[in-house]
């Protein structure tokens, strides 16, 4: 019988909800027996070729590439799990909304007292630079979610569980107290 197939990114991430997914320490033999990596930092594929199963992005939407990522796993993903704080609410890069994107630019490129004063002092504008956007999005403004798992990052005992859960073809119910963080 053939494994269901996993699919996962990272966006707008820190990568630490990806670290938490191999916090799950051996027990990675054990999925890896189970389910089928494609298109993921773990295996690193890069391009979809076939519908998965499952697809867990972390990170929230800040430029074109994100939104374009993210349409591409909802269209190749039965089911799409928003993994972690960033995901489900923009997180720590969010925390740049309230400020003009102008602004956001400058004070990196520009204005920085990180900047080498011997380098010329440009906002870089490649037509291969991402698009920045206008805000962070969580993915569930973009794209319609099916799960969303919370934590920065969500404990490692709770994607393990999840994963075993929606593998399986199981309907995953996430207790109130997962959510609740006071
Ligand atoms: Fe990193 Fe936390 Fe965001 Fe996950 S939720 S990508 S751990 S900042």
Redesign the pocket.
């Known amino acids: 019988m053939s494994k269901p197939i996993v699919a996962t990114a990272?966006l707008a991430?820190?990568?630490?909800?990806h670290?938490?997914l191999l916090d799950i320490d051996d027990r990675i033999l054990q999925l890896i027996d189970l389910v089928e990596f494609h298109k993921s930092p773990v295996d690193d594929i890069k391009k979809f070729t076939k519908m998965c199963d499952v697809g867990i992005i972390?990170?929230g939407c800040c430029n074109s590439e994100n939104v374009e990522n993210l349409r591409d796993f909802r269209k190749n993903c039965k089911i799409l799990v928003a993994?972690?704080?960033?995901?489900i609410m923009g997180?720590?890069p969010a925390m740049r909304n309230d400020i003009p994107v102008k602004e956001c630019l400058e004070e990196a490129y520009l204005g920085s007292p990180t900047i080498d004063p011997k380098d010329p002092k440009i906002i870089p504008n490649d037509d291969d630079i991402p698009m920045i956007l206008d805000r962070v999005y969580p993915l569930h403004e973009i794209v319609k979610i099916d799960y969303f798992l919370p934590?920065?990052?969500?404990r490692a005992d709770l994607i393990w569980e999840a994963l075993l859960t929606l593998a399986t073809g199981k309907e995953l119910n996430i207790p109130y107290e997962v959510f609740k963080f006071d």
């Open positions: 990272s991430g820190c990568f630490g909800c670290m938490s972390e990170g993994l972690g704080e960033c995901a997180g720590l934590g920065c990052p969500p």
